[in-house]
């Protein structure tokens, strides 16, 4: 059945509905330029919330200070690049109004062409204001087995998605069922960790009702920091980590670690 893309884009009140507005490519994204400093390999995976809409490089670029700060060698990777000067790397698999659906169509090829260490998936909200909200659980299962399946040794963390400023319940529905999705790959043997990046941010961090701004892109980088810095290797080891960054790992979510639920 072909769906209709339902890009993330910019929210209209009318009454007590929002109406989504197409913008299927944010300005300043493109072909990957393979930008790449030998470190490891990172995907961050997803759709403009992982670009960056609103703010360009989105939460990668607080992601990259971060490596930079704690002296790891990261390699973002992925067939798109964008994002300001001040990233270091702006590869990335960002996909802007994109379902899980259409990643799960075209992540194998993805997968093969990059072959990532680690994986940062934060996908799911073009699904619920789509035609099978509910379904959305599902459909994620099965790209997380694809993704498990063609690269079974990477690091796949697997957040549950930033609030909307509408269909709350909606969300709070599919973000219940991921943990369960979760321990069920780690079960099975798979390399699959939770991050639960819902109840890091509120609708105050949203820029339109959708996509964050930069207060809330920044959280997110901190919950992803935190997320990788739990999993030992998953970004390599630093030449000379401050203590700070150490210590920050305790309060992350790890391989089976169960989120809060929000």
Not at 121 to 140: E, Q, V
Not at 238 to 258: C, L, Q, R, W
């Amino acid at each position: 059945m072909t769906r209709t893309r339902r890009p993330l884009a910019a929210l209209l009140p009318l009454l007590v509905f929002f109406a989504v507005f197409a913008v299927l490519v944010p300005l300043g994204t493109g072909t990957a330029r393979a930008e790449s400093n030998g470190g490891v390999k990172v995907m961050p995976l997803g759709d403009s919330i992982t670009d960056g809409f609103n703010v360009a490089g989105g939460y990668r670029v607080g992601l990259w200070q971060k490596f930079t700060a704690g002296r790891y060698k990261v390699d973002f990777v992925g067939s798109l690049f964008n994002g300001p000067a001040g990233l270091g790397d702006h590869d990335h698999e960002g996909h802007s109004g994109w379902t899980i659906k259409q990643i799960d169509d075209n992540v194998v090829n993805w997968l093969r062409a990059q072959n990532p260490h680690t994986i940062l998936l934060h996908i799911g909200t073009n699904d619920i204001y789509g035609s099978d909200p509910a379904g959305a659980p599902a459909r994620l299962s099965t790209l997380i087995d694809h993704i498990t399946a063609q690269a079974p040794n990477a690091e796949l963390f697997v957040a549950t998605i930033t609030p909307l400023g509408f269909l709350d319940s909606t969300v709070r529905a599919y973000n219940a069922a991921i943990p369960g999705i979760v321990q069920s790959k780690v079960n099975a043997g798979k390399r699959v960790h939770l991050v639960d990046m819902y109840k890091a941010l509120t609708p105050a961090d949203l820029a339109d009702g959708v996509h964050p701004n930069a207060g809330g892109y920044d959280k997110m980088a901190d919950v992803w920091w935190r997320a990788l810095l739990s999993v030992p290797g998953s970004i390599g080891t630093p030449s000379s980590a401050p203590a700070e960054s150490t210590a920050a790992g305790s309060t992350a979510y790890g391989n089976g670690s169960a989120a809060r639920a929000a």
